[in-house]
Nanobody
């Protein structure tokens, strides 16, 4: 089992920044690829960014490319999502997820999920 706890969400004005954190516990964190997904009201959960087990590969959704950066600190067993130039359309609940080794764009491929943290961007 891997337990994931997100933090860092909140209310921010458009153009602002936030950094989300996802603290992991349980099995060996460094064996897992980590990802951030988000879900807005009435919409499906969508991939935001992912990082593979050793941090050597990252992927971003086109909608957040050049604005969001995912990173991980295996010593602190934490993954981060730095979000810059936030837009109202970024408003959603953001979830951290884990799966073995390699990134996937598909939520169904992730084994472990956090409870989510709300991000609200006002115009």
């Amino acid at each position: 089992q891997v337990q994931l706890v997100e933090s860092g969400g909140g209310l921010v004005q458009a153009g602002g920044s936030l950094r989300l954190s996802c603290a992991a516990s349980g099995r060996t964190f460094s064996d897992y690829a980590m990802a951030w997904f988000r879900q807005a009201p009435g919409k499906e959960r969508e991939f935001v960014a992912g990082i593979n087990w050793n941090g050597g590969n990252t992927l971003n959704a086109d909608s957040v490319k050049d604005r969001f950066t995912i990173s991980r600190d295996n010593a602190k067993i934490t993954v981060y999502l730095r979000m810059n130039s936030l837009k109202p359309e970024d408003t959603a609940v953001y979830y951290c997820a884990a799966r073995p080794w390699h990134i996937s764009y598909y939520a169904a491929n992730y084994d472990y999920w956090g409870q989510g943290t709300q991000v609200t961007v006002s115009s």
